[in-house]
T-cell receptor, first 111, second 115 residues
C-alpha cells in the first residue's frame, strides 16, 4: 500500500526566504507526482506535475524535483511571499490512476 | 475553458439523512474521481467513474455510491449520514488513461457538515 509522508507538517518563514518542502513515498512504482496548493477551506490548485521519467519541473518561483528510486520529491519555493501562505500537498499516481496524498505542509510566510 | 465545478458549496445535514453532491468535469475530460478530506488530513480516494461505470473504489463503505451521466458529470451519494462523514468532498477530473500523463484538475469542493 502506497504511503506518502510530508515533512515538515508546518513551517513559518519570513518574507523573502527560500524554502524547501519534502515529500516521500513508499512505493516507487508511480506514474507521476503532483504538487498542489490548498487555501483554507478551498479546493486544490495544481502547481507542478512531474512524470516518473522526469527529474524536475519548474514554474516561476517554484521548482519540484523527483527521485523515484529513493521515493523522494522536494518543492523549492524561491523568494517566498505572504501570498504563498497555504497548505502544500504532494500526491502520487500509482496503479489504477488514483492519487495518494500526503497530509500536507502548512506554510506561513510572515511580513 | 470551464474548470471543474461542484455544487453545492456548503451543506448541513442531520445524522441518518442522505445527501447528493454534484460535479461537472473540466471541458474535454471524461473521468471523474471523488475524494474525502477530513480537517487537517490529505484527501482520501473514494471512487472513480469512467464510461458511466465505477472503475475503482477506495476503502469506503457501501453507504457511499455514485453515478456518472452521459455528459461525464457525476454525483456522489451518501446514505445514513454519520457525524464522521463531515468533511470537504473534492471532485477531480482527468482524461481516461491520461491522468498519469496530464494530471488531475480539482474543483473547489463541497463542505458537508453532519449534525
Amino acid at each position: 500500500k502506497q504511503e506518502v509522508t510530508q515533512i515538515p507538517a508546518a513551517l513559518s518563514v519570513p518574507e523573502g526566504e527560500n524554502l524547501v518542502l519534502n515529500c516521500s513515498f513508499t512505493d516507487s512504482a508511480i506514474y507521476n507526482l503532483q504538487w498542489f496548493r490548498q487555501d483554507p477551506g478551498k479546493g486544490l490548485t495544481s502547481l507542478l506535475l512531474i512524470q516518473s521519467s522526469q527529474r524536475e519541473q519548474t514554474s516561476g518561483r517554484l521548482n519540484a524535483s523527483l527521485d523515484k528510486s529513493s521515493g523522494r520529491s522536494t518543492l523549492y519555493i524561491a523568494a517566498s511571499q505572504p501570498g504563498d501562505s497555504a497548505t502544500y500537498l504532494c500526491a502520487v499516481t500509482g496503479g489504477g490512476n488514483k492519487l495518494t496524498f500526503g497530509t500536507g505542509t502548512q506554510l506561513k510566510v510572515e511580513l | 475553458d470551464a474548470g471543474v465545478t461542484q455544487s453545492p458549496t456548503h451543506l448541513i445535514k442531520t445524522r441518518g439523512q442522505q445527501v447528493t453532491l454534484r460535479c461537472s468535469p473540466k471541458s474535454g475530460h471524461d473521468t471523474v474521481s471523488w475524494y474525502q478530506q477530513a480537517l487537517g488530513q490529505g484527501p482520501q480516494f473514494i471512487f472513480q467513474y469512467y464510461e458511466e461505470e465505477e472503475r475503482q473504489r477506495g476503502n469506503f463503505p457501501d453507504r457511499f455510491s455514485g453515478h456518472q451521466f452521459p455528459n461525464y458529470s457525476s454525483e456522489l451519494n451518501v446514505n445514513a449520514l454519520l457525524l464522521g462523514d463531515s468533511a470537504l468532498y473534492l471532485c477531480a477530473s482527468s482524461l481516461a488513461g491520461r491522468g498519469s500523463s496530464y494530471g488531475y484538475t480539482f474543483g473547489s469542493g463541497t463542505r458537508l457538515t453532519v449534525v
